[in-house]
């Protein structure tokens, strides 16, 4: 974490600890509060292109007996931030449940803890990885981009080579902070699924296409989509994302594009550039794909996502109707029913060239 925001954060937990040890010296119960995290506090920000919280505010308070117990959690948590935060130390959100039962904090289970960790981010309005919390690391990252890591110590000033490790590199909280050297790349290719991430790099697409690609491992973990941003930001580079053709698989694309409910109090998330290339509903007649019917759960996302304020656009809207008519789905290994490389060799270029010629 660089000092300024380290230091930040310090003077941020402090605060609130000071706070909350006034408000008992001066007889009060303690008390917080926090924008609202309920779904009617959430609005859509047009110049952010994504979901923000609203001007509702949440107060928790001693002096309600039944908010006892969760601003015990929430302040426990914000103790335990300000530990890892001050020793320079970090730890995984499994690994913070099981610290609180150290401290006879009795969360009812890991969802919980998340939860208070989460009204922690929105009460001091910076993120988890800002408090050296992250979950555990499933994305991976793989292109000839050379990376300085800033943290920890230990690592501080050494490069690495995103294409050293045949497996791709783990992304996270280190390699989401470092600082850029070098790319060669011209691209960014965002794929959800694991097995075609380790086709592109068999069939070696990062040099074929100039690109950098990223797993996701299903939906995008934080840490992810802040690579992501950044390879857009810092470096200029176009994202592309590749997902099943699903209304699951729209949505992975859809919270790299605009945010997720679940991070409406978060800002710097979201790559409003990228684009998603496919899978469409389309795609399965014109490539002619195995497919599977949707199943009535497909059914009741589809008619979610209509309603969703983020798929307002005619594109997405003509994908959603798509789907509804066909009632089928696809998977990215569809492809290889026409060939291990197909998916290669016919669908990439022609979806580039696709996107290039709409602008």
């Given amino acids: 974490?660089?000092?300024?925001?380290?230091?930040?954060?310090?003077?941020?937990?402090?605060?609130?600890?000071?706070?909350?040890y006034g408000q008992i010296e001066r007889g009060e119960f303690p008390r917080v509060k926090m924008a609202s995290r309920t779904t009617s506090n959430m609005v859509f920000d047009e110049e952010l292109n994504q979901f923000i919280l609203g001007k509702q505010m949440a107060l928790r308070s001693a002096a309600n007996i039944k908010q006892v117990r969760s601003l015990t959690q929430l302040l426990w948590v914000a103790s335990f931030a300000r530990r890892l935060v001050n020793e320079g130390k970090s730890t995984t959100l499994r690994d913070l449940y099981y610290h609180s039962l150290n401290y006879g904090i009795k969360f009812r289970d890991q969802t919980e803890s998340d939860d208070t960790v989460t009204d922690l981010e929105t009460l001091m309005t910076e993120p988890r990885e800002a408090f050296n919390i992250y979950p555990k690391e499933r994305s991976a990252i793989f292109g000839d981009v050379t990376i300085e890591y800033t943290s920890p110590e230990k690592y501080r000033g050494k490069r690495v080579n995103l294409s050293s490790n045949p497996d791709g590199v783990m992304v996270g909280l280190s390699l989401s902070q470092a600082d850029f050297i070098e790319c060669?790349?011209?691209?960014?290719f965002v794929i959800e699924k694991n097995a075609i991430f380790r086709r592109f790099i068999e069939e070696r697409v990062y040099e074929k296409f100039n690109a950098v690609l990223i797993d996701t491992a299903g939906q995008a973990p934080r840490l992810a989509r802040l690579i992501i941003r950044r390879l857009s930001r810092e470096l200029g580079l176009p994202v592309y994302l590749l997902t099943d053709a699903d209304p699951w698989g729209m949505h992975i694309a859809m919270v790299i594009i605009r945010g997720s409910a679940n991070a409406a109090h978060l800002r710097e998330l979201t790559t409003t550039t990228a684009k998603w290339v496919g899978l469409w509903?389309?795609?399965?007649?014109?490539f002619n794909l195995p497919s599977f019917a949707l199943t009535k759960l497909d059914e009741q996302r589809i008619k979610l996502l209509e309603e969703d304020m983020r798929y307002r656009e005619f594109e997405w809207q003509a994908e959603l109707q798509e789907f509804k008519k066909m009632k089928r789905r696809a998977e990215l290994e569809a492809f290889s029913a026409?060939?291990?490389?197909?998916?290669?060799?016919?669908?990439?270029?022609?979806?580039?060239?696709m996107v290039s010629e709409q602008g």
């Fill in 1 to 20: 974490m660089p000092e300024k925001l380290n230091k930040e954060v310090q003077s941020k937990l402090s605060e609130l600890g000071a706070e909350i």
């Fill in 184 to 188: 060669k790349a011209d691209k960014v």
């Fill in 281 to 286: 509903a389309t795609d399965i007649k014109k």
């Fill in 338 to 353: 026409h060939g291990l490389t197909a998916i290669v060799d016919k669908y990439l270029p022609k979806k580039l060239k």
